[in-house]
């Protein structure tokens, strides 16, 4: 049986939030099994276009072939400048699940679980220099300490850092399953899935430049997205939900808010849903993996 590439969450949800035009001009900047993607099509005519995003070769294998559709092998922190090239200056509605592909976790070899022992990688971009073996071996203690601190919120952060360049010292940690020995004695045994999970998520982010490349697409979308265009961004944990939730209600990535004359707050976008959409039970039930998805979905005015 083939593995499915990746299923998408609150697809519905997004669609809806997209509020499509037949005609209109779209972006999904986070293609993977093309899920998203493929529904947009379906609600455009025959003027209608979509460029779909991704930084990982592996995702072309999805690509659809209809007309309307163009995939950009990329990553979305260039956004406004594929775009360019291509011949697009403004687009009706941005769409961006910032979750990982089942692909990739699915895909032992590449390094993104805890679940099997494979090499340190973590590349979504796989012709990219750094991999997570680089930055477990190379990074100094304090620096290692602050990723895992602020990309996992591992209060253990400091600890865990010290007994990696303890070990490190040794003979180099390259694989998932040695530093799983090095790290779970501070785990505690109650949170381990957990807090497993969060240890791989800040190699993750940091490999790949997660929050940086987040902050950009959402400048660039901002400057991209028409009057009345719409930005939909699925988050899976606090720091990408932070970030997003703040830059809807302010217009910018510091968060800073702007007011009016008379003390109105004032940014170029409107949050459609003030409170954040999440998957219902039958969702998660049937996709275990969407149960941490936010949804927020903004409008320019």
Same mark, same amino acid.
């Given at each position: 049986?083939?593995?499915?590439?990746?299923?998408?969450?609150?697809?519905?949800?997004?669609?809806?939030?997209?509020?499509?035009?037949?005609?209109?001009?779209?972006?999904?900047?986070?293609?993977?099994?093309?899920?998203?993607?493929?529904?947009?099509?379906?609600?455009?005519?025959?003027?209608?276009?979509?460029?779909?995003?991704?930084?990982?070769?592996?995702?072309?294998?999805?690509?659809?072939?209809?007309?309307?559709?163009?995939?950009?092998?990329?990553?979305?922190?260039?956004?406004?400048?594929f775009?360019?090239?291509?011949?697009?200056?403004?687009?009706?509605?941005?769409?961006?699940?910032?979750?990982?592909?089942?692909?990739?976790?699915d895909?032992?070899?590449?390094? #993104?679980?805890? =679940?099997? @022992?494979? &090499? +340190?990688?973590?590349?979504? !971009?796989?012709?990219?220099?750094?991999?997570?073996? %680089?930055?477990?071996?190379?990074?100094?203690?304090?620096?290692?300490?602050?990723?895992?601190?602020?990309?996992?919120?591992?209060?253990?952060?400091?600890?865990?850092?010290?007994?990696?360049?303890k070990?490190?010292?040794?003979?180099?940690?390259?694989?998932?399953?040695?530093?799983?020995?090095?790290?779970?004695?501070?785990?505690?045994?109650?949170?381990?899935?957990?807090?497993?999970?969060?240890?791989?998520q800040?190699l993750?982010?940091?490999?790949?430049?997660?929050?940086?490349?987040?902050?950009?697409?959402?400048?660039?979308?901002?400057?991209?997205?028409?009057?009345?265009?719409?930005?939909?961004?699925?988050?899976?944990?606090?720091?990408?939900?932070?970030?997003?939730?703040?830059?809807?209600?302010?217009?910018n990535?510091?968060?800073?808010?702007?007011?009016? #004359?008379?003390? =109105?707050? @004032?940014? &170029? +976008?409107?949050?459609?849903? !003030?409170?954040?959409?999440?998957?219902?039970?039958? %969702?998660?039930?049937?996709?275990?993996?969407?149960?941490?998805?936010?949804?927020?979905?903004?409008?320019?005015?």
């Amino acid at each position: 049986m083939q593995p499915v590439y990746h299923i998408p969450a609150l697809l519905n949800e997004c669609i809806n939030g997209l509020n499509i035009k037949p005609d209109g001009t779209y972006v999904d900047v986070t293609f993977g099994g093309g899920g998203h993607s493929r529904a947009i099509m379906e609600n455009l005519g025959s003027g209608g276009r979509l460029y779909s995003f991704d930084q990982d070769l592996d995702a072309m294998a999805n690509s659809l072939n209809d007309s309307r559709f163009t995939f950009v092998h990329g990553n979305f922190a260039f956004l406004k400048n594929f775009m360019l090239y291509h011949g697009v200056t403004a687009v009706d509605g941005i769409m961006a699940d910032l979750g990982v592909s089942f692909h990739h976790f699915d895909d032992a070899g590449r390094g #993104f679980t805890f =679940r099997t @022992d494979a &090499p +340190l990688d973590m590349r979504m !971009n796989r012709s990219s220099h750094t991999d997570a073996s %680089e930055i477990v071996n190379t990074y100094d203690e304090e620096h290692l300490a602050q990723v895992l601190y602020l990309y996992g919120e591992l209060r253990q952060s400091r600890r865990m850092a010290a007994a990696i360049v303890k070990a490190r010292a040794a003979s180099p940690i390259t694989t998932t399953g040695r530093l799983l020995d090095v790290v779970k004695p501070m785990v505690k045994a109650s949170q381990e899935k957990k807090e497993l999970a969060q240890v791989f998520q800040a190699l993750r982010i940091e490999v790949n430049h997660e929050i940086s490349a987040l902050e950009r697409m959402l400048t660039q979308a901002l400057e991209l997205l028409k009057p009345g265009g719409r930005l939909v961004v699925i988050t899976y944990h606090s720091l990408e939900d932070r970030l997003v939730k703040n830059f809807i209600r302010s217009g910018n990535i510091e968060g800073k808010l702007e007011k009016d #004359f008379y003390g =109105r707050v @004032d940014s &170029p +976008l409107r949050a459609v849903n !003030n409170k954040v959409i999440t998957p219902g039970t039958d %969702e998660v039930e049937a996709n275990p993996r969407s149960r941490s998805a936010k949804l927020r979905i903004a409008e320019k005015i």
